[in-house]
């Protein structure tokens, strides 16, 4: 049995700061292929953030809110329990919600909440990659699928 940690929003979980899940098409091929189970977890939530929230950008090594509110500490947190969660479950494989401050993976926004891309990973995808972990986003599943299909993980 193979274990992916993935962000709850993408499996339907209602978790995002607006209140809303994301959920994306291409996910439903993880969720049916033979021996995978999918581990959800949302590192806002888990750090502690109240569900709906207020938007959220990093600026530097800062998470600061669209009013400015510092939640550094709770996007720490986050990544710390999704580090916990993926190494309970032997995690090697984890499938990130792209763009989020905490879970995108390659592009984050910019930090001046203008919608506005630059490269960089959020807070959990960092610490995941840092640990060893592989992480995609939910619309870059090939290397993922490709390892399981052919190789395992
Ligand atoms: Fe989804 Fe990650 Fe944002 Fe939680 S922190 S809502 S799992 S993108």
């Known amino acids: 049995m193979k274990h992916i940690l993935i962000s709850a929003c993408l499996l339907g979980q209602a978790c995002r700061y607006d209140g809303q899940s994301k959920t994306y098409a291409a996910i439903e091929n993880l969720w049916h292929m033979p021996d995978v189970t ?7 939530q888990g750090g502690g953030l109240p569900t709906p929230r207020p938007a959220s950008e990093q600026q530097g090594d800062r998470v600061v809110t669209e009013t400015g509110a510092d939640v550094t500490e709770e996007y720490e947190r986050g990544a ?9 479950y032997s995690c090697t494989w984890a ?3 792209e763009k989020s401050p905490s ?15 630059t490269a960089g990973d959020g807070v959990t995808a960092a610490r995941l990659k840092a640990a060893g972990i592989r992480v995609v986003g939910e619309k870059h599943l090939q290397p993922l699928l490709a390892a399981l299909r052919h190789v395992g993980v």
């Open 38 to 44: 999918l581990i959800p977890f949302c590192p806002e």
């Open 80 to 88: 710390d329990q999704a580090l916990r969660l993926a190494r309970l």
């Open 95 to 97: 499938v990130l919600k």
């Open 103 to 117: 879970c995108g993976s390659g592009e984050i926004y910019d930090g001046t909440f203008s919608r506005t891309l």
